[in-house]
């Protein structure tokens, strides 16, 4: 898994390559949690997700709430397997997917 970030004010874009599963998840949320000091929005670009477990969900999870008390988070680049995924575990209706 590869991340970028691309920070433009208050608003963090992180950008998530390859697959997010129980390997790489705890990178993932060490990262947001690194990264999250004065960001009111925060982006996850999946344009080249390929994969995304319930480890990578939890971590979605966590993200959101932590967001929730400092303003907002969306998902974006969403493929069909990912998407898919998504809407099976009802996550479709928690995230903001654009």
């Known amino acids: 898994m590869t991340l970028n970030k691309t920070l433009n004010g208050s608003s963090l874009t992180i950008a998530v390559e390859g697959r997010l599963d129980t390997v790489t998840s705890p990178e993932l949320e060490a990262f947001v949690s690194e990264n999250l000091e004065g960001v009111t929005e925060l982006t ?55």
């Open 44 to 98: 996850f670009d999946f344009t080249n997700l390929e994969y995304i477990s319930s480890a990578g969900l939890r971590v979605l999870l966590s993200s959101q709430k932590k967001m929730n008390t400092k303003g907002k988070m969306k998902v974006t680049g969403v493929n069909e397997t990912v998407n898919e995924i998504f809407e099976v575990t009802g996550f479709s209706d928690i995230l903001t997917i654009e």
